[in-house]
């Protein structure tokens, strides 16, 4: 199941180094459908992800001489929308423990049967299981940098993204009976 969209082009196709010639429209232009993709995989939710994206590519455009010279600029950009989106999944729960409320509304992936299945499985999870699986295995980050990203130690990733298989293979078993 999570093959399909293991198979598709790696995340990270930029080049290392873009140098200052090149432009945070340029940079935005090549990077939004992507990094949008890899939020919406990770959030279960496609409004969601479109704004942790706009603050993501936000956070570097007010640092863009500087995020320009770097080494990855695409990993920066990933680092800082997980980073959004662990700020966002930390509000939400001390918002949950305040008040007592509903569960968000999950969105569509598109018509592929395959990508609402992945989505289904995904959506199920809850969000620290979620962004260690998509981290790992679909983004193909080692545990320790996935957990460098999500502030937890590699072997809680691990442990993470093992439970996010069990609890996919688990609901996969229980819908063919």
Same mark, same amino acid.
Request: aromatic letters at 8%; glycine letters at 6%; hydrophobic letters at 45%.
């Given at each position: 199941?999570?093959?399909?969209?293991?198979?598709?082009?790696a995340?990270n196709?930029?080049?290392?180094?873009?140098?200052?010639?090149?432009?945070?429209?340029d940079?935005?232009?090549?990077?939004?459908?992507?990094?949008?993709?890899?939020m919406?995989?990770?959030t279960?939710n496609y409004?969601?992800?479109?704004?942790?994206?706009?603050?993501?590519?936000?956070k570097?455009? %007010?640092?863009?001489?500087r995020?320009?010279?770097?080494?990855?600029p *695409?990993?920066? +950009?990933?680092?800082? !929308?997980?980073?959004?989106?662990?700020?966002r999944v930390?509000?939400?729960a001390?918002a949950?423990?305040?008040?007592?409320g509903?569960a968000?509304e999950?969105d569509?992936?598109?018509?592929a049967?395959?990508?609402?299945?992945?989505e289904?499985a995904l959506?199920?999870?809850?969000?620290?299981?979620?962004a260690?699986l998509?981290?790992?295995?679909?983004?193909?980050?080692?545990?320790? %940098?996935?957990?460098?990203?999500?502030?937890?130690?590699?072997s809680? *990733?691990r442990? +993470?993204?093992?439970q !996010?298989?069990?609890?996919?293979?688990?609901?996969e078993?229980s819908?063919?009976?």
């Amino acid at each position: 199941m999570m093959a399909h969209i293991a198979d598709e082009p790696a995340w990270n196709t930029l080049p290392r180094t873009m140098g200052a010639s090149t432009t945070f429209e340029d940079f935005f232009a090549t990077e939004r459908d992507r990094i949008l993709r890899i939020m919406s995989v990770i959030t279960g939710n496609y409004e969601e992800a479109e704004d942790i994206t706009q603050d993501a590519f936000l956070k570097v455009w %007010e640092r863009w001489d500087r995020v320009a010279e770097m080494d990855s600029p *695409v990993g920066y +950009l990933q680092r800082i !929308a997980v980073n959004v989106f662990r700020s966002r999944v930390r509000r939400s729960a001390l918002a949950v423990r305040r008040f007592v409320g509903g569960a968000p509304e999950q969105d569509a992936f598109g018509a592929a049967e395959d990508r609402q299945v992945v989505e289904d499985a995904l959506a199920s999870l809850p969000p620290r299981r979620r962004a260690a699986l998509v981290l790992t295995e679909v983004l193909g980050y080692s545990a320790e %940098e996935a957990g460098r990203l999500l502030g937890v130690r590699g072997s809680t *990733v691990r442990a +993470l993204a093992f439970q !996010a298989k069990r609890t996919i293979k688990e609901a996969e078993g229980s819908a063919d009976v």
